[in-house]
């Protein structure tokens, strides 16, 4: 082998390892572990990565039921307000509705019935539209936040090890302010988008393992916390 060529591989192998290390860089999210119990059980962190509770009877390495995780969820909660009673705690229920989204109704979305549609779009990408293809996009735009809204309360789909899912301590998406990002995240130690504080509390309060850049439930979830605060101003930054 010339060593032109062994140069070249090299340079290729270090590109290629420096791809790796770039992609598993994008998931990583710090974790902040929980502290233990004395009695073995399995301790749950909030959100703020301070308030924790702790699942009676339930060992590490246990699954708890959904009714202990609703429970430890509301204990948690319970202990957040009492240590902040004078902070704002936004409700959010602007797609309370699963059935029911944008004042359409899932498999009839923008009135168009339920099946293959044909064409997904009459006019062309710089042209006109039309109202078919707004109907159409709007439908599909729907279906991909009723999405997002299953995987928040769905804590298998989010990969939590302990039962517990998003809407537990953020009911419809409530006091997620996706329009405050970026911003800077106390919790990530940087300024961080909002897909980083999902990967943060996936990993850290539900006990899973952060969602890739391009995995559809990461995006869906974006997109059902978004659509929860539909007409907010943007205001980047804010705490």
Request: charged share 25%.
């Amino acid at each position: 082998m010339t060593p032109r060529r062994t140069l070249m591989l090299l340079v290729l192998s270090t590109l290629g390892a420096g791809a790796v290390v770039l992609a598993q860089s994008r998931t990583r999210v710090d974790r902040h572990p929980s502290p233990p119990s004395f009695s073995g059980n399995v301790v749950v962190a909030l959100c703020d990565g301070e308030t924790t509770a702790e699942i009676p009877g339930v060992k590490e390495g246990e699954t708890p039921t959904p009714a202990q995780a609703r429970d430890v969820a509301d204990r948690l909660m319970a202990a957040w307000r009492e240590k902040n009673p004078s902070a704002r705690w936004e409700e959010s229920v602007r797609l309370a509705a699963a059935e029911q989204v944008g004042g359409t109704v899932q498999g009839e979305a923008g009135g168009l019935p339920a099946g293959p549609q044909g064409a997904v779009q009459e006019g062309h990408t710089y042209g006109a539209f039309s109202e078919r293809d707004q109907r159409i996009w709007a439908a599909e735009t729907d279906k991909f936040v009723q999405e997002g809204r299953r995987v928040f309360h769905d804590s298998k789909a989010l990969g939590s090890t302990i039962a517990v899912s998003c809407d537990m301590c953020h009911p419809d998406g409530a006091n997620t302010h996706p329009e405050t990002y970026p911003k800077f995240q106390v919790q990530l130690g940087r300024v961080a988008l909002l897909r980083d504080m999902i990967n943060w509390c996936i990993q850290n309060p539900t006990r899973g393992k952060p969602l890739v850049d391009d995995d559809p439930r990461l995006k869906a979830l974006e997109a059902y916390i978004l659509a929860q605060r539909k007409g907010t101003p943007l205001e980047y930054g804010k705490h």
